[in-house]
């Protein structure tokens, strides 16, 4: 039992997160009205949220090195509650927008420590099931915000869909007092303020501009805009990384081949797989007709998938490994994806959450093995900026999956000289199948007995690279 106690108070600030980014989307209709905007400007606060994390997550592993994972972990949660409490007494555009950056200045900090604490307090060989344990009670927070946020905004008001989070983040901090074990204050090093400056304007720069480009909110130059000067202030870091002695992140963690190898297979997997569930409910509410509550009951299905899959993935591993989990994980979720392109309003609704289930299961599956097997070779003193670019990694290719797929209907539509309809989102589905499939070409170089030492698994005979 001792070694779930640490996943799952960690998992606290998950759910909150993920419940919170889900909740405030099925509020935003009524957030307008009564604040005197409209619903597209108001995505406005929807990327100032992003933008906060985007800036202040390199900072999270210098902070937690710095003041101890653990204070800081507690500080975040107390942030993002004062951000919740801003939003709900928000009462203009101008105020909510600040209050939900304020609230991603907590968020930014909550997930990479989360990992950080994690690999840094679980000995290897629980490392998968504390993975799972992880993961397991966050899955139930995008379950839980739509129907919340739909009943507390329509008995009540929509500013309960903040409070809640109130008593959530004093159970967590509680919890992390009374149970989560000081982490250690690894190194009292100063921070390197030009490096902050250029990492946070490049990341923010390009999961803005990209959330700008997918979302009508702004004009599309200003997404382009922003996401150029995002990548002229990434290679700006790049120079100023080899010319400062203790960087803000430090990229020589992309040394260790299995690390730079799970990054690349899992930021191509992500972009599809953030694509799909924003193609999804499109093409079931715009393509085929159903409601939003109808086209949500159906997508339930595949985080049930996923909650299953926790149950098995150890067996699994310890049975054939990670590198031949991971090619099922990506192969499967690949042909899955392709049957999505031949859906349609006429396609029996039980053969279309069945595939929802099957994908939730192996994508889970994916997900859990690969964020296991990226930190098993990071070194200590280097994990702060492991789990930093790991989190920042997640958030660019998810962001990078929106506006592709949107950039990409309006081309397909554009071309067909039609507007964007049910062939469109079905050719954009094939090539989402196509980009999962291309995530298996960085795994094939993993060595058959990678991450054995975790897995628990034996392999036989000679290893082959």
Not at 132 to 150: D, E, H, I, K, N
Not at 179 to 184: A, D, F, I, K, Q
Not at 302 to 320: Q, R, S, T, Y
Not at 375 to 386: K, L, M, N, V
Request: hydrophobic share 55%; aromatic share 12%.
């Amino acid at each position: 039992m001792s070694n779930r106690i640490t996943p799952l108070i960690l998992a606290v600030a998950l759910f909150m997160e993920l419940m919170d980014v889900t909740v405030i989307s099925t509020a935003l209709p009524a957030i307008a009205q009564d604040i005197g905007t409209d619903p597209i400007s108001l995505k406005l606060a929807l990327a100032s949220y992003l933008v906060a994390l985007a800036i202040f997550i390199p900072i999270s592993g210098w902070m937690a090195d710095r003041y101890g994972a653990r204070n800081v972990f507690r500080g975040a949660i107390a942030v993002f509650m004062l951000g919740s409490i801003a939003c709900a007494f928000a009462d203009s555009l101008f105020s909510f927008v600040v209050a939900r950056f304020l609230q991603g200045m907590g968020g930014s900090m909550m997930t990479p420590l989360s990992r950080l604490i994690l690999i840094r307090t679980t000995p290897k060989k629980d490392l998968v099931n504390a993975w799972a344990w992880l993961t397991m009670p966050a899955l139930f927070g995008p379950l839980a915000g739509p129907p919340v946020g739909g009943f507390l905004t329509t008995y009540f008001s929509w500013h309960w869909i903040f409070y809640i989070n109130i008593p959530i983040g004093l159970a967590g901090i509680l919890l992390a007092t009374k149970y989560l074990g000081g982490t250690g204050y690894r190194e009292k090093r100063s921070l390197d303020v030009v490096g902050f400056i250029l990492s946070g304007l490049s990341f923010s720069g390009l999961i803005f501009g990209l959330s700008v480009i997918s979302l009508p909110a702004l004009p599309p130059i200003v997404g382009i805009a922003t996401t150029l000067a995002g990548l002229a202030c990434g290679v700006a870091y790049l120079w100023h990384y080899r010319h400062v002695e203790r960087p803000i992140l430090d990229l020589k963690v992309f040394e260790e081949p299995i690390f730079r190898t799970s990054i690349a297979s899992g930021f191509i997997y992500r972009i599809a797989g953030g694509a799909v569930p924003f193609l999804f409910p499109l093409m079931l509410q715009v393509g085929f007709g159903y409601s939003p509550f109808e086209s949500g009951m159906i997508s339930f299905i595949g985080a049930g998938g996923a909650i299953l899959m926790k149950f098995c993935l150890k067996p699994a591993l310890a049975a054939v490994g990670f590198k031949a989990l991971l090619i099922v994980g990506i192969i499967v979720p690949g042909v899955l994806t392709v049957t999505h392109g031949f859906f349609t309003a006429q396609t029996p609704i039980w053969i279309i959450m069945s595939i929802l289930l099957f994908m939730g299961f192996f994508r889970s599956m994916f997900y859990t093995s690969l964020n296991t097997l990226t930190y098993t070779q990071t070194p200590d003193e280097q994990s702060g900026s492991a789990t930093v670019i790991s989190s920042v990694s997640i958030q660019l290719a998810f962001a990078l999956g929106v506006a592709f797929a949107a950039l990409l209907l309006e081309v397909v539509a554009l071309i067909r000289n039609v507007e964007v309809g049910v062939a469109e989102m079905q050719f954009v589905f094939f090539v989402l199948a196509a980009i999962t499939i291309v995530a298996i070409f960085p795994i094939l170089g993993l060595s058959k007995q990678v991450g054995d030492d975790v897995s628990g698994h034996k392999a036989k005979g000679v290893d082959a690279v």
